[in-house]
């Protein structure tokens, strides 16, 4: 599935680029000045890429869960990835403020600092698949170099972003997100070899998020900032877990 979203998203980046390049030959060659002002105007801060890391966070806004020391994560290889493909800002004020919509793909992994593993099993009590939690090894596995759950999601944002120069933008917003699958990785080393095993599942992760968002910068760079309203997983299944994330966005 990632393999075909992969070659679909570059699909869709390279029409964007190039229409975006012939609008703006045409433009020139045509000496339509107008026409190209108004597409600056209409073109918002979303399209581009972004990259950063996440944070779980309790419903208290710390790293803290209570008898539930699984969820504590590793910030720096708990990376987030988001592919922007497009976006319309809808004018409010010329030059000044405007509402953006868009779409893009977001892929998100959490890398867990404690050894244990989750995992998928038929309950043959509730006749229902469960999702049960076991720390420590694994059988005979040793620890965990690589322990990650990972996600991606299609997003629409709803941004309302204001521009107090004419090359610095702030963005403040929701984006609204949808799960596409998800998955677990993990890497060990076993007698001296060294085994991957990933497995698809939904692992009590809720299919839709909705994350406030601030977004800011100066011409095509930028900084923003994410949290999902939304727990990361079924509250009724295990700890209200909220995704706090940080990074830096190229526009193109």
């Known amino acids: 599935m990632y393999k075909n979203l992969l070659i679909f998203i570059s699909v869709v980046l390279f029409s964007t680029t190039m229409y975006g390049q012939n609008s703006i030959f045409l433009d ?4 339509d000045t107008l026409l190209l002002k108004k597409y600056k105007q209409h073109d918002g801060h979303w399209a581009g890429i972004d990259f950063g890391m996440n944070v779980l966070l309790n419903n208290s806004f710390n790293r803290q869960f209570a008898g539930s020391t699984q969820w504590k994560n590793s910030i720096i290889n708990s990376l987030y990835f988001n592919v922007n493909i497009l976006d319309h800002k809808f004018i409010l004020i010329e030059n000044k403020l405007g509402v953006t919509v868009g779409l893009g793909i977001n892929h998100s992994q959490i890398s867990f600092t404690n050894n244990f593993t989750i995992k998928e099993e038929y309950d043959s009590i509730q006749k ?9 090894t694994l ?9 990650k759950l990972r996600s991606t999601y299609v997003q629409i944002p709803v941004l309302v972003e204001f521009m107090p120069t004419v090359k610095s933008w702030i963005s403040i917003g929701a984006l609204i997100g949808y799960r596409l699958g998800s998955s677990t990785k993990q890497e060990y080393e076993l007698q001296k070899s060294q085994f991957i095993t990933k497995t698809k599942g939904d692992f009590n992760i809720l299919p839709f998020k909705v994350d406030a968002t601030i977004r800011g910068g100066y011409k095509d760079w930028g900084l923003f900032a994410t949290y999902s309203l939304v727990p990361l997983f079924n509250t009724s299944k295990t700890d209200e877990i909220h995704p706090f994330t940080f990074g830096v966005s190229f526009n193109y």
């Open 28 to 31: 020139e060659e045509n000496d």
């Open 128 to 136: 229902d698949i469960v999702v049960n939690y076991y720390s420590g």
């Open 139 to 147: 059988g005979t596995q040793q620890n965990l170099n690589i322990n």
